[in-house]
């Protein structure tokens, strides 16, 4: 990634500053990764995602302030120019895995074949639709018996060993174009010493253009045609294999908050406030459909009450809020295998959600050289999602209504007096309920005995540090997850229909470390 940015500052008078920036950056990126979990080359799968993309982004903002008021003003403009290619790569030999389930339900086998290269089983097969061929004929053959029954039934899927380890690829290619504007005031006005009301609005707009380009497959050029088995161009979209398929939409949007503020005392303040938020919509760029169906903007309202200070000045101080928070078309990522669909790919739906809870931080200091703190949240929550197919193929009505995870994190640090310098010693214990099994539709209970899937989290980790009086040295050792714990983070199914083969992502490890740090 290459990135340059420019800042400007001015000093109109004692009451007005502005401020210019000015950014572009352009980046490419490549993540091929592993999705089938496994050596096997009958089970083959991988993906790659490669972006190059350049924006630029541009802001200029006033800042105004006197007695009364402290107004912040301004606009931004910024454009981005993407392209994409999201890659599939398979073997022949895990393509014919697939062609041989089909051959297992047509043919109704029993038991049935695992692999049709094998010879055995292959002529087990033949002998169902009365070609007698001994396992011994077929392999002496080569591809002799496979060209046979692909000419009798018309399908090129059908084809023999002679093309074992060979590639076969599926892409998708976007290219997007994204522009957006918006202008936005904010003022907070006081009112009295001791109460002020905070007022703002921004106005947002959004114009972007997206395309899809779906390729045969490069096996194609090997055998003349195989369709795609991934990447599935509806029948009348067939053009967007050789032109792509263009779409466009714009969407604009007016959001702001107020707040009224009280401070009850020097140390102790009082806060009301309501907010209203916005996100774009867009298109999917594994999802061709979303060409003509775009994913709704996510739209959001909040309402808040909180209070923030010292109650114990000096030694407890807080910050805690009840809050409403309200989210139309929330966009979120699924693993989705719709029918007629080899693989589960990531898919974006809408869905609405509202949160009601409490958020609470305490930190106490009993000594002068210890603090301790606690940072928890409780939620309920209510959410119905757009109806999906999940990554097993499973139409999902996804509807949730209960508590949400409680989450807690605990905090120690100690800054005893030393006579060769400050040391600070810090210690974190981070628990995250897991509550998602109750509701989530990724959740399959046939994992439900492999270790560390939905548990409870529970992270253990601290930091000692020592820096000289002058703070020019410091030194520092520290662990994450000290007590080593594991859990699954995430369960990947892209192969799971296809291959039988998900696979695990596992949280990191116990790590530690040292740093050295030198100020000048």
Not at 166 to 195: H, L
Not at 427 to 455: C, K, M, Q
């Amino acid at each position: 990634m290459n990135a340059y940015t420019a800042k400007v500052w001015h000093d109109f008078n004692t009451d007005l500053a502005g401020k210019l920036i000015l950014n572009y950056r352009d980046f490419n990126t490549t993540n091929r990764q592993d999705e089938d979990g496994t050596a096997d080359n009958t089970r083959y799968l991988d993906s790659d995602n490669q972006e190059d993309s350049d924006i630029f982004y541009s802001e200029l903002q006033f800042n105004y302030a006197n007695d009364k008021f402290d107004i912040v003003f301004g606009g931004n403009y910024s454009k981005e120019n993407i392209k994409q290619t999201t890659t599939v790569t398979l073997l022949a030999d895990s393509i014919s895995r697939e062609v041989t389930e089909e051959m297992n339900d047509i043919l109704g086998l029993e038991p049935p074949m695992d692999h049709y290269w094998n010879p055995e089983e292959y002529s087990r097969a033949l002998s169902r639709i009365g070609i007698n061929v001994s396992p011994e004929e077929i392999t002496e053959s080569g591809d002799e018996y496979y060209n046979e029954l692909s000419s009798l039934l018309g399908e090129p899927m059908i084809f023999g060993p002679s093309y074992m380890g060979d590639q076969w690829q599926e892409s998708i290619i976007n290219k997007g174009d994204f522009t957006n504007w918006g202008v936005y005031f904010d003022a907070d006005y006081s009112v009295t010493e001791r109460i002020n009301i905070i007022a703002g609005l921004r106005y947002s707009s959004d114009k972007k253009e997206f395309s899809w380009l779906i390729p045969p497959t490069s096996f194609s050029e090997l055998r003349p045609g195989v369709p795609n088995q991934v990447f599935i161009l509806p029948s009348d979209l067939q053009s967007a294999a050789t032109t792509p398929l263009q779409a466009d939409e714009s969407w604009s949007k007016t959001t702001g908050r107020m707040v009224a503020q009280y401070q009850i005392s020097d140390q102790l303040m009082t806060y009301l406030s309501y907010s209203t938020g916005y996100k774009s919509g867009g298109f999917d760029s594994l999802e061709i459909d979303t060409a003509f169906t775009p994913i709704e903007p996510e739209e959001s309202d909040m309402y808040e009450l909180g209070l923030k200070g010292d109650l114990i000045p000096g030694r407890l101080r807080t910050q805690i809020s009840l809050f409403q928070l309200n989210v139309d078309n929330k966009q979120r990522s699924v693993e989705s295998k719709p029918p007629g669909q080899s693989a589960a790919i990531p898919k974006v739906i809408n869905g609405d959600q509202t949160f009601d809870g409490i958020e609470l931080t305490l930190n106490w200091l009993p000594t002068e050289t210890v603090e301790l703190g606690l940072v928890t949240t409780y939620r309920k929550q209510k959410a119905e999602w757009n109806p999906f197919y999940n990554s097993a193929g499973v139409l999902t009505h996804d509807k949730s209504d209960g508590d949400t995870a409680n989450n807690v994190t605990l905090t120690a640090d100690w800054m005893p007096e030393i006579p060769w310098g400050l040391l600070h010693v810090h210690v974190d214990y981070i628990y995250r309920e897991n509550t998602r099994y109750e509701s989530d539709s990724n959740y399959f209970p046939e994992y439900a005995n492999l270790p560390g899937y939905f548990d409870d989290e529970k992270l253990l980790n601290g930091r000692i540090a020592w820096s000289r009086d002058e703070g020019d040295w410091e030194v520092a050792l520290w662990g994450k997850n000290l007590t080593d714990e594991q859990y699954i983070t995430d369960i990947n199914n892209t192969s799971r229909s296809y291959f039988g083969t998900p696979y695990v992502q596992i949280n990191t490890p116990r790590s530690y470390g040292i740093e050295v740090a030198y100020t000048y």
